[in-house]
């Protein structure tokens, strides 16, 4: 008997749909601006540079038309271009002031950058992956990769492309392909560190939740509905909220009750409680050895709290919200 897997109906919101139609829009606002800045280069430049932006401009529209972690890992890579491209042709127009076309373009071009890095956005592209019964819900990134990890990665991925780019415009084709070469191994590199971010959720499904996050944990860990007896805020008084101490394992036993599989995110933190232990292998630690370790409590820290415990509850899972 051959069996199938639909995918299930992604519902696209508002924030997905205002994205699209803002990009729409960048070659009619935001081009104008550009335009003004290229305008009077050799002929070369201003091929290199009419090919480039129509290519990101391309890139990014047809990233936000599909809902996948992977396009949603390429549309948050094109997403910030447009903005500082803006800027440096207001820059490079100086003194002359950006028409009023060009204006709305960079505003526009800074609501993006916005949208594009919304929750609610990522939720939605995250469960684009979702098959059947399932809705896959992300999870937020440790503070300490967002406030300055994940910048430097990106400039690692676009700079080196961007510069060589910049030498092909300018005609020094030797250090054009030196940096085509270097560009596109830090490309590879970097889109698919960034891409990891992107491949971090919690699955509900019919048995219960999957927590799958390979900055954490080895494989997929299921929570079965029926053993979650508590998922709520973490409890104040929950060692796993307090100091404590990390295991050989990598992960952080808390005092050894909850064990903190957040990555050290900010935000709310939401805690599972099980009546009976789930078998969870971590990653490997400094030992390089991973053991598989029995859970009864655990911390984990969704991109949206709210969302996630409806669904929880949708699902007749137990949620405590206080």
């Known amino acids: 008997m051959r069996t199938s897997r639909k995918s299930v109906a992604v519902n696209t919101s508002r924030t997905t749909w205002a994205t699209r ?3 729409l829009t960048l070659p009619l606002t935001l081009g104008d601006c550009l335009a003004s800045a290229i305008s009077g280069q050799p002929s070369l430049a201003v091929w290199v540079s009419s090919v480039t932006l129509w290519f990101l401009w391309g890139a990014g529209l047809l ?18 271009l447009p903005i500082l491209l803006g800027v440096a042709a207001a ?5 002359e002031a950006p028409s009023v076309l060009g204006c709305i373009g960079l505003a526009t071009a ?21 098959y059947g019964e399932e809705r896959r819900m992300a999870l937020r990134p440790s503070a300490a990769v967002l406030l300055g990890a994940v910048e430097l990665v990106w400039l690692l991925t676009v700079v080196p492309l961007l510069a060589a780019l910049w030498m092909l415009a300018t005609a020094n084709w030797v250090a054009a392909g030196v940096l085509a070469a270097v560009g596109a191994v830090s490309f590879w590199w970097g889109f698919r560190t960034l891409y990891r971010l992107s491949q971090r959720w919690v699955v509900f499904v019919p048995a219960g939740m999957t927590l799958v996050d390979p900055s ?11 053993t979650i007896v508590r998922l709520g805020p973490a409890l104040a008084e929950s060692p796993g909220v ?28 939401l805690q599972i409680d099980l009546s009976s232990p789930a078998l969870l292998l971590p990653i490997a630690g400094r030992s ?13 820290a969704p991109s949206r709290p709210g969302a996630l415990l409806a669904e929880a509850e949708r699902r007749r899972i137990t949620v405590q919200r206080s």
């Open 63 to 80: 990233s936000s038309l599909i809902q996948t972690p992977l396009s949603l890992t390429a549309l948050r890579i094109c997403a910030p």
């Open 288 to 300: 390089g050895i991973s053991e598989p370790i029995e859970v009864s409590s655990v911390l984990l």
């Open 91 to 95: 820059a490079v127009s100086a003194p």
């Open 216 to 226: 954490v944990i080895a494989e997929p860990t299921l929570f079965r509905r029926d």
């Open 242 to 269: 307090s100091e404590g101490s990390e295991g050989s394992d990598g992960s952080d036993k808390r005092d050894g009750s909850a064990i903190d599989l957040s990555s050290g995110a900010a935000g709310l933190i």
């Open 21 to 23: 139609v803002l990009w």
């Open 110 to 130: 800074a609501i993006l950058l916005v949208l594009v890095f919304t929750a609610e956005l990522g939720d939605g592209f995250v469960n684009g992956s979702s």
